[in-house]
């Protein structure tokens, strides 16, 4: 095709990720006893905090029975164990496939003498020097640098291969704490960049006037809203219909439905189909008893390693969809809800791994949908100002 011409598919934002996930690094250089002892060891110290993974190949080179019924033929064997569950497919993983897999992963260590990742862990094993230097090709990204008990100093192989390589933090393979606290450090400085999404696209069917446009506080609450949000928030955006764009104040960002017809489902998807690598904080803009202390809870008692961080709703017990920090991970979840035909967020949270919080002033939740609750709430604002 050439330059000019009509583009086939569509031009979307695709996520940070690698082969199997958006954190992932690969330890090479030792034999696999070390790299998996390694990997226990840090996935041991990380998983109360994080969802760790592991990734690897048989090491067996003779060919192995398929287990269970995977021997007379079937594509997937799904298994309950109780405190774990099993899963095995008769079919090759391809990297597609794979990334599904790992999508909640916050952490993907990989057997580097099998598979491959987007960063690496190099350790210096002497009787793993030749194997090392044929795969200096796969050292794309380098991260850490580990000796190995009898090894004193990096390859020069490595070290004419890699010019930064003083700059790269250099460790013994026994001093675990400082390998697990590099780990720790790459998590954090990885959580993802926090935008807000003001939801101001409904139609307001039984408000009888669009909701967003309410003037609480001398505003009108959309803006409100998302100013409310600036000071948490990298970016702010408004969510919106396409016809409902040329009446926004262009002081405000817009961010379109491109979902149609999904309510605030479809705005949560159109957002991360935007920016697929940040997590949004998604607030309706018909709470206006929301405040800067609620966001400020909420997002100080964020959890990176689930999907969402949520409130309670105070009436039913059940999630608060409509102000929760939705974190990157939780895309696919969405679009994997999308196509088995929901279209609901709570639901979404009911069925996912979220982390759920009481909100300090449940008061705050509430929202309003009708002309009655509006001077319901208005009475409310009105003491409040009053100081009655």
Not at 22 to 31: D, H, I, L, Q, S
Not at 50 to 58: I, L, N, T
Not at 344 to 350: G, T
């Amino acid at each position: 095709m050439t330059s000019g011409e009509h583009k086939k598919h569509a031009d979307l934002k695709r996520p940070a990720l690698g082969n199997f996930g958006r954190n992932e690094w690969a330890v090479v250089g030792a034999p696999c006893v070390y790299i998996k002892g390694l990997a226990d060891k840090v996935i041991a110290a990380l998983s109360p905090e994080y969802k760790c993974a592991y990734a690897d190949s048989s090491h067996n080179d003779e060919m192995i029975v398929p287990p269970g019924r995977m021997a007379n033929g079937a594509w997937l064997e799904y298994t309950d164990q109780g405190n774990h569950q099993q899963f095995n497919y008769g079919s090759v993983s391809k990297p597609f496939g794979l990334r599904q897999r790992f999508t909640e992963a916050d952490l993907v260590l990989v057997n580097g003498n099998h598979q491959q990742a987007k960063a690496q862990v190099v350790i210096i094993y002497e009787n793993k020097k030749a194997s090392l230097q044929k795969r200096l090709d796969q050292l794309t990204n380098v991260q850490l640098i580990l000796l190995a008990e009898i090894s004193d100093d990096v390859f020069d192989f490595i070290k004419e291969s890699i010019p930064t390589w003083q700059d790269i933090p250099l460790y013994r393979l026994d001093e675990t704490e400082k390998i697990v606290s590099f780990f720790r450090t790459k998590l954090e400085e990885a959580v993802p960049v926090l935008n807000g999404l003001i939801l101001a696209g409904g139609k307001s069917r039984r408000m009888g006037f669009d909701k967003g446009a309410v003037n609480w506080f001398g505003k009108e609450q959309r803006y409100f809203m998302a100013d409310m949000l600036q000071p948490f928030c990298r970016e702010v955006f408004i969510s919106c219909r396409e016809d409902q764009k040329s009446d926004v104040d262009d002081n405000y960002s817009v961010l379109q439905d491109t979902f149609i017809g999904l309510g605030p489902y479809g705005a949560i998807l159109s957002a991360f189909r935007e920016q697929p690598d940040r997590a949004w904080l998604v607030v309706a803009c018909d709470l206006p008893l929301l405040d800067a202390e609620t966001i400020g809870y909420l997002i100080g008692q964020r959890d990176v390693s689930k999907i969402a961080t949520a409130f309670n709703s105070p009436h039913d017990e059940f999630p608060e969809p409509l102000i929760t920090i939705w974190e990157p991970k939780s895309y696919p979840a969405l679009l994997s809800f999308l196509s088995q035909g929901y279209s609901c967020p709570r639901k979404v949270l009911i069925n996912s791994a979220v982390r759920l919080l009481d909100a300090p002033d449940p008061a705050a939740l509430t929202n309003v949908n009708t002309p009655d609750e509006l001077e319901k709430i208005k009475r409310v604002i009105h003491q409040k100002i009053a100081g009655v």
